[in-house]
């Protein structure tokens, strides 16, 4: 991915760009996909707005710059989370704006669009992210939301099976979301084993987690996995996963809220 950028650079050399500048664009990309800890994203987006005031038609940095506010949504790595898909999509726009034939803006535009409503312009942009990099491995895991979100879980299994092979130390996004895709299949062992792989469970990993272990009949562990995400968001129920899961059809996310019942989650609100 990075060396996209570097042809992109090469595209649009001009006399207002140092090596320097490229560095940090380059830099500040390698930070994000590196994806540890929510430093990265931080220290990621200070080179790239290094860079934009300098060139504020900068499209590869533009570009990064959504990635950072995507990653900071995938990996609930942000304190204002309503914020993530706005300020990425703005950033994608703009760089698509600037160069239709940047692959990670349009895969990053293609991702937020799901949790726009727009399933159909995510696949399409996300079909033209892989059309400029078949290697794209982000696009690949992106179009396996996508598929979860219309409904196609067992396609989403294999389309995220792709970005592994092309990123074999992925983010823990792409675990999250293969998961989902098994749960959704009904492989709850998988799902479980998937999530196992995650060295640092969030709340949203331990949700799915607590739901499949519920459907395989462990109780206990559904209840251990369940405390732990109270403990984190007492008022949460389980009918607030409505609004952070972006199906196209909303009945298809009642298999996992019945599941998270099931371990023992308050219901909530089912209108």
């Known amino acids: ?18 090596d320097a500048d490229y560095t940090d664009v380059i830099r500040a990309r390698q930070l994000v996909y590196r994806m540890r800890e929510p430093r990265d994203t931080e220290m990621a987006r200070t080179l790239f707005h ?30 204002e989370p309503d914020t993530c898909v706005p300020r990425a999509t703005q950033y994608a726009q703009r760089s698509l704006e600037l160069d239709y034939t940047d692959s990670l803006a349009h895969a990053v535009y293609g991702i937020t669009g799901l949790w726009r409503g727009q399933h159909i312009e995510a696949v399409s942009h996300l079909d033209q992210a892989l059309e400029l990099n078949p ?5 690949f895991a992106g179009m396996g939301l ?44 998988e799902a479980v084993q998937t999530l196992q792989g ?37 008022g949460y129920t389980a009918a607030d996963s409505r609004l952070h899961q972006p199906y196209e059809n909303p009945a298809h996310i009642q298999p996992f809220i019945d599941g998270l019942v099931l371990a023992g989650f308050p219901a909530g609100d089912s209108s």
């Open 146 to 189: 996508a598929l979860i979100f219309t409904g196609d879980p067992v396609a989403s299994i294999r389309q995220i099976g792709l970005a592994f092979e092309r990123n074999p130390f992925p983010p823990s996004w792409y675990r999250w979301a293969l998961a989902i895709a098994q749960y959704n299949s009904a492989r709850y062992h």
């Open 198 to 234: 995650i060295l640092d469970l969030n709340r949203f990993h331990r949700r799915v987690l607590s739901a499949s272990y519920a459907r395989l009949g462990d109780l206990d562990s559904a209840r251990t996995q369940r405390e732990m995400v109270m403990a984190e968001t007492p």
């Open 135 to 139: 290697n794209h491995a982000d696009a």
């Open 1 to 18: 991915m990075v060396s996209n950028l570097e042809h992109s650079a090469i595209r649009r050399a001009d006399d207002r760009h140092t």
């Open 50 to 79: 290094k860079v934009i005031r300098i060139d504020p038609q900068f499209a590869p940095a533009l570009s990064g710059l959504a990635l950072t506010h995507l990653t900071d949504l995938l990996m609930s790595w942000s304190p």
